[in-house]
């Protein structure tokens, strides 16, 4: 039987990432792993050594997985899970036991925001106040919500979430399929902080194939929720990575290139033009947070419908 070996040591490989021309043994894929973010994070200024880094931790593969690198490569980390009330086949339950089991493993600590406890009602029954009942615009805006004023209370130097190549790359097709030029001017390894209450965004993973971020996670042990959201609309975004991933069997690295090119090339200024934002940003006068709507902002106008 064919075996691969690994570029390094001509042992037995366990990964093949022609990505960055690397077959991989067990040990030196565990060594290659946290080096191979390091140098993302490098790359693209995402934070330095002391920084505090306010870890978004969902108890999926991805964000346990950044945990565990961004702990291993010695940076100050606390991580943040939001409780959003599905108790479909007890999602939220299970997803908040996994990144408890995880801190807890790895010695690391963490604050949960229950958002029915904290706010009155759970993200399905804010959601059904929503036109057209759009439970994952109404669950990514009070993520994004709380993820903001728990890192301005908490003074985070950024959030760190845990998105992988495959997810920008399928994000970047999508928004270039429908030239959405204001997306795709905004869609960034780094978002820097545009007002002092709207926290500095940073993905680590985004040069990282997700088949090799579930791959580390397995050779780590990381137990991590295989559950999917009961009301993700996922299915377009998945759609997406099919045709991705059919594109990189055909040709391997495609998904890189796609990705990284762009990057580049809004580097180079592709974009430029537009970039030049003022946006004025009002305060909402319940919460504080700033917002390009009226006197509220659309989290606190979410609630407003509540009976
Ligand atoms: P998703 O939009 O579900 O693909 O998640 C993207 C990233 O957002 C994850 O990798 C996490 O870093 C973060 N995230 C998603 N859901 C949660 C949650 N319930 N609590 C905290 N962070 C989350
Ligand atoms: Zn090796
Ligand atoms: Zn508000």
Redesign the pocket.
Known sequence: MYQMKCTKCGGVAVVNMPQHRLKLCNEHFVEWFPDHVARTIHRHDMFQEGDRIL??????K??LA?WAVLQQLGHITEG?????GIDHESYSDR?QEHVEAFAEKHGLSFQVVNVAETYGHGVPALAKTTRGHRMCSAC?LV?RHI?NRIAYEGEYAAI????NCD?EAAILMQNTLHWQADYLRRQAPVLPQVHPRLARKVKPLCRTYERDVAAYALVCGIDYIQQE?PFSA?AQTLFYKEILNKLERHSPATKQRFYVTYLKAKEEGLFAEVTKEDRVYNTCSRCGQPTLAGDLCSFCRLWEAMP
């Open positions: 870890v978004a931790v969902s108890g999926g991805d964000s950044l943040v899970h939001i409780h959003l997803s990514g993520k993820m760190a979430t845990g998105h997810d959201c996922k």
